[in-house]
């Protein structure tokens, strides 16, 4: 490997395998429905490419940035949105498509967000869970992997915008 300071953590195999089952659960339980699947920018993309095309479902494919105020390490729980979709929101069935859940604050703004937006439903669907460093409580009703408090990269997530094209997802030694 020629990155010798990133572990392997989830291979793309390993990856592959539970996309297909989350993409799975959401075709039986949308069954009949269209669906919107509303990715975060940019950790969320190659994520959404992927399970997207498993869905058995009608489905549209939006995208917004939010972040976290700062952009820190530590997050103050501030949530700014950067770009949000101009559609109208109003009846239809979201799943907010997500790379991580770490704190907590960036799903649980979105969802109130999009609930006020009169959205029919709002569901989370997330590859990756640190559940030990949340601080405010979210439910993610589809979750890929829980992972341990390690500084993760690649399907997707980034370190200073780098190692987003990896295949796997490996803990990033510093
Ligand atoms: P939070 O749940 O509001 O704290 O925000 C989660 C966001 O923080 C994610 O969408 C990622 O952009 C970023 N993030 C958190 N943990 C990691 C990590 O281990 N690697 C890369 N990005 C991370
Ligand atoms: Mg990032």
Known sequence: MIYENIEI???????AARVKELAAQITRDYAGEGI?????????????????REIDLPIEIEFLKASSYGDKSESSGEVRFEYLPEIDFRGKNIILVEDIVDMG????????????KNAASVKLCA?????????????IEYLGFSIPDEFVVGYGLDYAQRYRNLPFVGILKL
């Open 9 to 15: 953590l989830l291979s793309a195999e390993k990856i």
């Open 36 to 52: 919107v699947l509303l990715g975060t920018l940019k950790g969320a993309a190659i994520f959404l490419s992927d399970i997207a």
């Open 105 to 116: 604050y960036t799903a649980n703004r979105l969802r109130e967000f999009l609930l006020q």
């Open 127 to 139: 590859l990756l869970d640190k559940p030990e460093r949340r601080k405010v409580s979210v439910e």
